[in-house]
């Protein structure tokens, strides 16, 4: 189990993971309260991996105070991306994500971080993903950036930004500078 808590107090994340080597089986819950830029929002989620680490399927279970909202995210033997939301379903290849991204999760960067072990890198990384929008529920894909810093920590720059990471010798997010801390 892994819990993070918001840098600014108003949000919590919490998963229970199961790993064998790269593969993952993770089951969380991020928790926000109503701020100036969203409502209130509890977005529980399932992850699976495949053996090598790469994002088979993904579904959230979105609450917000303006309604609840299902979202399935899977990934075929060919690399095609099967997204489904309220406003509908889109097939594609995400720009050949391999990874799932959750914004406002530490616990999402650990995927590609771990799998194509970013803390090592000795180059910048361009990592494209299925980002999902948290509380708004919307999927893009979209690119984030890795750059290892040379202390064990990992430069991450994204459509909210750019941070730091500092991970834990299984490569897991332990600290995302500005986001959250983990307890």
């Not at 993952?24 to 100036?36: N, Q």
């Not at 989620?45 to 917000?64: I, N, P």
């Not at 799998?115 to 690119?143: C, F, I, M, S």
């Not at 490569?171 to 500005?178: E, I, M, P, T």
Request: hydrophobic fraction near 35%; charged fraction near 20%; charge should be negative.
């Amino acid at each position: 189990m892994l819990t993070w808590r918001g840098c600014d107090g108003d949000r919590l994340e919490q998963v229970r993971l199961l790993v064998n080597d790269q593969r993952i089986k993770a089951y969380g819950r991020v928790i926000g309260a109503a701020t100036a830029d969203h409502e209130a929002f509890s977005a529980s989620y399932d992850l699976v991996t495949d053996d090598a680490g790469v994002t088979r399927r993904f579904s959230v279970h979105l609450l917000r105070e303006s309604g609840e909202t299902q979202i399935s995210v899977s990934r075929d033997t060919e690399g095609n991306w099967l997204v489904q939301t309220p406003r509908g379903t889109e097939r594609g290849s995400y720009g050949g994500a391999e990874d799932v991204e959750l914004a406002l999760s530490p616990f999402f960067n650990s995927l590609p971080i771990r799998r194509l072990a970013l803390a090592q890198a000795t180059a910048p990384v361009d990592v494209p993903v299925v980002y999902l929008y948290l509380p708004g529920g919307t999927a893009n894909a979209e690119t984030l950036r890795y750059q290892a810093t040379g202390d064990g920590s990992v430069g991450v720059s994204s459509p909210l930004g750019a941070s730091t990471l500092s991970v834990d010798e299984h490569g897991f997010v332990r600290d995302y500078q500005g986001l959250a801390d983990r307890l």
